[in-house]
């Protein structure tokens, strides 16, 4: 039997109410192979279930967020092997997290890598980031939302130029197009990404989570479910404790103190 110890190639840090989870796997520029993937949805579950933290940022070691998913690995699976080892699990726990989650990618986010920032609900990128959908080069297409998460970002005719080149996107396009939330000088991605999700921990948790539920349900439904969605949160929120402390705070001039009840 291997009894062979393997290391460790993500890792998991708290600052006040954030969870900082770091890919750290810079031989192969922190490529997703199976190992990184169920690390990732250990530590990301973990999170989800800690009440004393109230947002996530994901980034990857030595300047690199994810160079793509791990060829080696993957080259020899067939169908089966991918439903059997749920190679796109950690995709969904990214995008279903009960707390926001913010990429802070640095260097290169391709392939597997550029779906896992895109499942991510705030994307910050470094001046000099690349992203890109290679996976024509290699004989296959984007399967964990390359092609769907893009086209909803920024449209058809950008996502198809991108996934049938192949081409790495620089991050200042990407921005442009809607992919990107914000760009950083190089090096403050994970920085500025801390520090959004320290403001975000500060803001009522019942509201938050109306917020991202309504953007996200929201964004694959007609435009008047997707009203008659985000108008219904709005009235729940009518009955929550949080939504008095905070009118109260605002009419008192001073600072609220959320509870998220």
């Known amino acids: 039997m291997n009894t062979e110890t393997v290391s460790p190639m993500v890792r998991c840090d708290r600052r006040g109410r954030v969870g900082i989870v770091t890919i750290d796997r810079p031989k192969r520029r922190n490529a997703l192979n199976l190992q990184v ?9 973990a999170l989800a279930s800690d009440n004393a933290i109230a947002a996530v940022v994901l980034t990857g070691s030595e300047g ?8 080696g690995e993957m080259s020899s699976m067939r169908p089966s092997d991918h439903v059997r080892l749920e ?27 550029c779906e896992l ?28 939302g390359g092609t769907q998460r893009l086209l909803r970002a920024a449209g058809r005719y950008k996502t198809l130029l991108w996934s ?8 200042g396009d990407a921005y442009m197009s809607n992919v990107v939330s914000e760009l950083v000088p190089t090096g403050q991605a994970l920085a500025r990404g801390v ?32 009203l ?9 929120l009518f009955d929550s404790e949080d939504q008095k402390e905070g009118m109260r705070a605002f009419l008192e001039k001073r ?7």
């Not at 690199?64 to 060829?71: K, L, N, P």
């Not at 920032?117 to 964990?144: H, N, S, T, Y």
């Not at 049938?164 to 991050?171: R, S």
């Not at 959004?196 to 349900?217: G, S």
Request: aromatic share 6%; hydrophobic share 45%; with cysteine.
């Open 117 to 144: 920032a895109l499942a991510c609900d705030i994307i910050i990128a470094a001046e000099d980031a690349k992203f890109g959908q290679p996976e024509i080069r290699v004989g296959i297409m984007p399967g964990a």
């Open 64 to 71: 690199y967020f994810v160079a793509g998913t791990d060829i």
């Open 255 to 261: 600072a609220p103190r959320y509870e998220g009840r």
């Open 228 to 236: 008659a969605l985000e108008r219904r949160y709005f009235e729940r």
């Open 87 to 113: 190679t796109d699990r950690v995709f969904h726990v990214v995008r279903q997290l009960s707390k926001p989650v913010i990429a802070a990618v640095e260097g290169y986010a391709l392939g597997g890598g």
């Open 164 to 171: 049938l080149t192949g081409d790495m996107i620089p991050a």
């Open 195 to 226: 520090e959004l999700a320290e403001q975000i921990a500060c803001m009522p948790p019942l509201a938050v989570h109306a917020i991202r539920d309504a953007v996200r349900l929201g964004g694959d439904v007609p435009i008047g479910t997707a």
């Open 37 to 45: 993937k169920r690390e990732l949805v250990e530590h990301l579950e």
